[in-house]
């Protein structure tokens, strides 16, 4: 039996509650729709972490930061953790990536045979945060919220630039899949950086929105004292203080942001259409790395547990996996194990050491049991922060700071803490003895604080003298593209062609 093909759609900070059964009514993205209603929805999927590189490790691996060392945008990715590429590439699958995946350290393949283009972000350690230095801003990798002050249209942007160039070797490359040069099953893998901020957007896009009612957030600013201990640590790393930010600043940073998902629906579309007019099968897969608050409670960005950070779109397009909406909550952790029991491929080797489970069953009508679990312990961090989604239930655990459990079908924007009220200290009581099983939090922090300490030693020790960096080179081979004196014309132009002549 053939295995299936395998095409995944991720992109970068996309809010989940902007997904609760697909894309929102009101937002422009017809291709979403689309791929939307031949899919299972998973409305409540969560994160394992808030923040790029450890949520994309985690994704791709289906371990916790705690597992792979990936604490934060800066950490390394070790070689010896198996990916889904690897998994899949092992099995007889050609594995491909155009675009980002915020890979740091000297491996810049994880596992993919190919990479289309560079990275958008550094892969050394300089974006390293340290615990020892409490409330320091590192101000030239720190996000600050001129991301809301100078949001608005643009026609080129650096990340409108990588994006383009994403979409652009992504067709190319689906197009080369159906010219059948290589017999192999593949999977290709294209990652966006878009909506992430910068809030800016191409005029075409922003023009769609110029009537939305969605501009303002649900849960306005709050002051800062009102705050939980967390929030304000993200306020501060923000460097909020530096800034006015007016409703006329949010309303723009939403509109360019909701402009940004219908510019990526349509770079998706192009992707789609390529598949379409080849003729070619695949599995679909469309997921975000972690969300952005939006100006919600006054935060933006992400490096929270709150559901506009912590909450991600997540379908599944595949034969096997029934269309519609499943309301259980599951993780990004999620994704490998899903994808590997899709291409009947076998995990047994490494299951112990999972931390996801396989979400074919839950799409056939099964039921999941296991909470779903997030780490956070990068900038804007002290100690660790951990959270369980259990049910109805989300509860938070740092210890710098009181707990937090909410109850997210009576107070889906998180207003209300009950962790400190009487009638829910059975349900506390509960979830505290679940964390505290899954997790040592002394022994997490103490990892966390080796790992920074070392990083620092041998980034600035990489940075004295000759320094060459461990970002992705692309290799194009242009003595093998188009046409060359070794190359045989007629076959060539026979091969290069879909469909082939009479």
């Not at 929030?231 to 939403?254: G, P, Y």
């Not at 779109?313 to 996996?321: I, K, S």
Request: charged content about 25%; some cysteine.
């Amino acid at each position: 039996m053939s295995k299936p093909n395998i095409l995944i759609f991720m992109v970068d900070q996309l809010n989940g509650t902007l997904f609760p059964d697909g894309p929102a009514e009101w937002l422009h993205a017809p291709n979403l729709k689309k791929l939307a209603s031949r899919s299972t929805r998973f409305v409540n999927t969560y994160t394992a972490s808030p923040l790029c590189a450890p949520g994309r490790a985690s994704f791709m691996s289906g371990l916790l930061p705690s597992r792979t060392k990936v604490f934060d945008n800066a950490a390394e990715f070790a070689s010896d953790i198996p990916t889904y590429a690897h998994h899949l590439r092992r099995a007889g699958y050609q594995t491909c990536l155009s675009g980002k995946m915020h890979f740091v350290g000297p491996d810049q393949m994880h596992g993919f045979e190919e990479r289309l283009t560079t990275d958008i972000y550094p892969a050394d350690f300089g974006w390293t945060p340290d615990y020892r230095k409490p409330g320091e801003r590192i101000d030239w990798w720190y996000h600050n919220m001129s991301s809301v002050t100078q949001s608005g249209v643009a026609e080129i942007s650096n990340q409108m630039e990588y994006d383009d160039e994403v979409a652009y070797h992504a067709t190319r490359k689906v197009y080369d899949l159906a010219r059948a040069r290589d017999d192999r099953p593949w999977c290709l893998t294209v990652s966006f950086t878009h909506p992430h901020d910068p809030y800016v957007a191409r005029r075409k896009y922003w023009d769609l929105y110029e009537d939305c009612d969605h501009l303002l957030p649900d849960v306005p600013a709050m002051e800062y004292d009102d705050h939980d201990p967390h929030s304000q640590r993200i306020f501060d790393a923000n460097d909020w203080r530096s800034f006015n930010i007016t409703k006329d600043d949010i309303r723009r940073s939403r509109r360019a942001y909701f402009a940004n998902i219908s510019y990526l629906d349509d770079k998706i579309g192009e992707v789609m259409e390529a598949l379409e007019t080849t003729r070619q099968e695949a599995i679909i897969l469309f997921v975000s790395d972690h969300g952005d608050m939006l100006g919600e409670r006054g935060l933006w960005f992400k490096m929270c547990f709150y559901e506009g950070s912590a909450r991600v779109p997540l379908m599944v397009c595949a034969p096997e996996m029934a269309q519609g909406a499943v309301a259980a909550p599951v993780s990004t952790l999620d994704v490998t194990p899903t994808l590997a029991e899709l291409a009947g491929v076998s995990l047994d080797e490494i299951a112990p050491w999972v931390d996801g489970e396989s979400l074919v069953r839950l799409a056939q009508g099964g039921e999941r049991s296991a909470p779903v679990l997030m780490e956070y312990a990068a900038e804007a961090s002290y100690a660790p922060l951990v959270s369980m989604r259990y049910g109805k239930w989300k509860y938070v655990r740092c210890t710098l700071d009181p707990d937090q459990l909410f109850d997210l079908e009576a107070d889906p924007h998180e207003r209300v803490n009950l962790a400190s009220v009487a009638a829910h200290a059975g349900t506390l009581a509960q979830l505290q003895a679940k964390s505290e099983a899954r997790w040592d939090l002394a022994v997490f922090d103490a990892a966390v604080r080796e790992s920074q300490a070392r990083r620092w030693v041998v980034y600035e020790a990489l940075r004295n003298g000759d320094y060459y960096p461990w970002d992705y080179q692309p290799l194009q081979k242009a003595s093998e593209r188009y046409m060359r004196n070794h190359l045989d014309l007629n076959t060539l132009e026979d091969s290069a062609r879909f469909p082939r002549g009479e």
